[in-house]
């Protein structure tokens, strides 16, 4: 499919607002309290097509491009940041990796299984002392036989304890060698394999993020992805991907908090007129407007050249620094227009105050996205 064939974009986006509307609005604020992750609802959002958007019809999935695909993780953001995110994790990352990476036997395995939801993914790079800096990574896999046994933790993974199965980076050569770490495939129920720590978090408590431990983790060599030692190398340009889809995020979260400071500022009255019409909040708006607009086109641009198989490093980085950097602002600035009723839980904004931070930081730190940046710019 095109990426700039209108109708069809519009048809994804009317297809993934009503799913958000219908499914997921209606019990978010539950979900948030409960740090409950809504597995059913992963399951449905399978069967619309929206955890194989990128993979092709063959393998199960929609076979569309990076267009749709920051469409839906946007819509579906724009309700639930959290929802968005485990979304975005299972199509990039773990789903991704396999699509990228694969042999046709993994991703006729896999993939037919993750993009109608009959699983749900999971992706680990991050570890409890490795987060920016994951060449330092302690978990460890040695070979024996036609076998790999991997010992050591995972943290901060979405979907670490749901997940039935998870795309695992592991050390197979020298500490800090680029080419010393491998990519496996680990299945749910893989002696060794368990779940730990579930995080307590800010935001985003609707997408589970918790360990994962491998302890004597017996993995056949079929189910390494790529070569050996190719793993880090592998994760880096999965990540140019990811920063998309968190991007598209931000993006959603952004708009979210936009749409409802428009529509309560339209609506509050103090001094005898509606609040939009003073220039304090007036201001306000217009530039969280701006910075949305210029915040999609980053993204879209980013996008369009993943869809044209070009190099969008520098591009990807951009997008998801300044647009996740844009939805903190724009929450931000939501709470301060919405005054005392944005403190509470019983309008919006607070919660998408509290889910645009995490865009900051996961999948490469703002700060991370800037080194990134400045190394292609100066290349």
Request: aromatic share 8%; glycine share 10%; hydrophobic share 40%.
């Amino acid at each position: 499919m095109s990426p700039f064939d209108a109708d069809n974009l519009k048809m994804v986006r009317d297809s993934a607002r009503s799913f958000a509307e219908k499914h997921i609005r209606p019990h978010m604020m539950d979900w948030d309290e409960r740090q409950h992750f809504p597995v059913e609802v992963m399951r449905a959002m399978g069967e619309q097509g929206f955890l194989g958007v990128l993979v092709p019809e063959k393998f199960g999935g929609a076979g569309l491009g990076y267009q749709e695909y920051i469409t839906i993780i946007e819509e579906i953001a724009k309700v639930c940041g959290a929802i968005g995110l485990s979304v975005a994790a299972h199509n990039s990352l773990c789903s991704g990796h396999i699509l990228l990476f694969g042999t046709e036997q993994q991703k006729d395995q896999y993939l037919s299984k993750l993009a109608t939801g009959q699983w749900i993914g999971a992706w680990g790079l991050t570890e409890p002392n490795t987060g920016s800096d994951a060449i330092r990574m302690k978990c460890i896999a040695l070979r024996d036989g036609d076998d790999w046994i991997i010992n050591g933790t995972k943290t901060w993974i979405t979907h670490g304890k749901s997940a039935e199965v998870a795309v695992v980076i592991a050390r197979t050569g020298e500490l800090l060698d680029s080419r010393g770490m491998t990519a496996f495939i680990v299945e749910r129920g893989t002696p060794g394999f368990s779940s730990g720590k579930k995080e307590n978090k800010l935001g985003m408590r609707a997408s589970e993020t918790a360990e994962m431990i491998f302890d004597q983790c017996r993995v056949p060599a079929k189910n390494v992805l790529g070569n050996v030692g190719e793993g880090f190398i592998q994760a880096m340009k999965v990540l140019d991907g990811g920063r998309i889809s968190i991007a598209a995020l931000s993006l959603g979260i952004a708009k979210g908090a936009y749409q409802a400071a428009v529509q309560y500022a339209q609506e509050r009255e103090q001094f005898g007129q509606k609040i939009a019409e003073f220039q304090g909040i007036a201001f306000k708006l217009a530039d969280m407007a701006v910075q949305i607009e210029a915040a999609e086109l980053l993204t879209r641009q980013a996008g369009q050249m993943k869809d044209q198989g070009q190099k969008m490093t520098r591009e990807a980085a951009m997008a998801k620094y300044y647009a996740s950097e844009v939805a903190v602002r724009s929450a931000t600035e939501a709470v301060q227009i919405f005054g005392g009723y944005g403190y509470t839980k019983d309008f919006p904004v607070e919660k998408f105050y509290r889910d645009s931070k995490l865009c900051t930081i996961g999948e490469g730190t703002s700060e991370i996205q800037k080194l990134v940046i400045a190394r292609e710019s100066l290349k």
